[in-house]
C-alpha cells in the first residue's frame, strides 16, 4: 500500500541551493569574482579587420597572435561597451557578458547570406543596426563560439576550486544533509555548477550512472529516494557523442569539454545559443527545454506540489522561471491545503552593531529592500511581515524569523545550518500521518 506520508511528501525536505550555498560558505568563486575573471581573460581578443563568410574554426580569430597582440580582452570590450549605457555599471555580471556574446552571434554576419532560413534570423533584425565596428565582426558564429568557451572557462573555474577543496564532506551544508536525511528523503536542487554536494556522503539520485555516461533518467522518479538535480549544470557534466555526458572525475570531465563541440540551439524569435553543459546567461528558460535540464525542471516543478517542506538556501530569487514554479506552487499549498506547507529562506545580512535606541529600526531599512527584492518575489507573507506587521517587525542576528508559513534566516549558511539547524527542522516538521484534511482531499485522485 502506498503511504500517505509518500503521496503528501511530508517524509520529504525539498532543498533548493543557489549562490549563495557555495560562495559564502565554502569559499567558491561567486558573481563578482566570475565577472572580474571574465574581464580579465586574455584567451580571447576583439576581432581583427572586417571580414566577410564562413570562416573554420572562428575561435583561431579570438585567440592571441603573440606577444604584440595588442587588441583588448573581448569581454572587458563588450563589458564596457554595456557600461557606458548602463545607469549602474557595477549591476554587469558575467552573465550579462555571455548572453551580450549569444545575441551579437544571431545577428551576425551581416548582410544574411543567401543560404540562411528566415526563422534563424532574429525578427528585429532589419529595425535595429549594428554599429561600425559591430557590423564589421563579420564572422559567422564567432560570438557563440566565444560564449561556449567562455561557459567552459567558468566550469573550469569550479574544476579547480572543489579540486582544491579540503574535506568537503565536513562542510556545514553537507553535516546539515546529512542530519536532514537522518529523519527525510533529501529532494535537492541545485542552481550551482559545483559538486559539494555529491560529496556529502549521500547516495543520490540524479538520472545519471554513478560514474559515467549518458542521461538515463527513470520513467518515475522514486518517493523513497534521495535526489540531486543541477538545474543549471555542472562541472560534473560535458558533451558526449550525442547527448550530455556525466564524469565523477573531474578532469575527465574537463577535458570532454574541451573536444565536443554541439551546434547551436534556436529559440522561437530566431536567436541561437551555444548547447553547452551550464545554463547561463538571460535566456535560460530556453536553454532549459533540453535534457538533463527539461527533466530536472519538470521534476522541481512537480516536487514543488508534492512536497510541503521547503529550504531554500542562498538564493537571491534572481532567475524568473524558478520563481515562477515556486509562485505557483506557493499558491496552490495555500489555496488547497493551507497551514501544511512550510518555507525556510536562508539568506546573509550584514547586521549592524545595535548599540544606539533606534539603530535596529534604522537598520530595517535596508534590509526591507533586501527581502522585497528576493524572497519577496515568491512569498506574499514577506511582504505582509514588511508593511503590515504591527508593531514595527525586527529582525535579530541569530533568530529565526517567522511570518505565517515562511521563516527567514540571515545570518548565512554556516550559521544556519549548525546552530540554527534545530529551530529551522521544528519549523519545518509537518506531522507525517496528519497531513491535512484539505491535503488529502488534494491527494485522493492520485492515489
Known sequence: MISLSKLSGSDSVLILLGAGASAGHAGLSGTANLTKHLRDWNELRVPPSPHVGRSAPPLTILLPTGPSDSRPNLFEFIHKTMAAAYRDPSSINFEHLIHAAETLNSFLPNPTPPDWMDFHRPHLEKFLELSTTFAEWNYEFLFGSAALAACNEVLGVFKAECENLKNPGELALNR???RLRANNFVRLFSLNYDDIAHRAGIEFLTGFPKDEGPFEPPLRWPWHKDILCQLHG????????????????????????????????????????????????????????????????ALFARELERVPKWLIIGYGFGDEHINALMKRAWAKWRRLAPGDARAVVVDYYGFPRLEEDGAEAAAMTPLGKKIAHSSGRVFDEAYRFLHEAKPRPYVRPKTLTTCGNLALSFDGVDAAMSTLLPAIERFLDVPRNAVGRRARERLLPFV
Open 176 to 178: 546539515a544533509l546529512r
Open 234 to 297: 555542472s562541472v560534473r557534466f560535458a558533451h558526449g557523442p550525442i547527448d550530455f555526458h556525466y564524469f565523477t572525475d573531474l578532469e575527465r570531465a574537463f577535458r570532454a569539454r574541451q573536444h565536443v563541440v554541439q551546434g547551436p540551439s534556436r529559440a522561437m524569435d530566431g536567436h541561437s545559443f551555444p548547447t553547452a553543459p551550464m545554463i547561463t546567461g538571460l535566456r535560460k528558460a530556453d536553454k532549459a527545454l533540453h535534457d538533463p535540464f527539461a527533466e530536472y525542471l
